[in-house]
């Protein structure tokens, strides 16, 4: 599996709020941590080796309305 495949589906699945914990190695964690990021997760690394990481309530902002 693809890497942003396994995280859409944890995306997907886990609702705001809510946190899952990765254990994997330190390479694994700093490959899939600016992707979290990207979607506002909160991340936390405990012993560089776990991934605490919990989602957020995030909305895309409105666009910048135009007054002309």
Do not use: N
């Not at 990207?38 to 895309?60: D, G, N």
């Amino acid at each position: 599996c693809d890497l942003i495949d396994v995280v859409v589906e944890i995306d997907r699945i886990l609702r705001p709020g809510r946190w899952f914990v990765l254990k994997d190695t330190l390479e694994m964690i700093k490959k899939i941590r600016p992707i979290l990021k990207s979607l506002h997760y909160e991340i936390v690394v405990v012993k560089q080796q776990f991934l605490v990481a919990t989602k957020s309530f995030w909305r895309p902002g409105k666009p910048a309305s135009t007054s002309g």
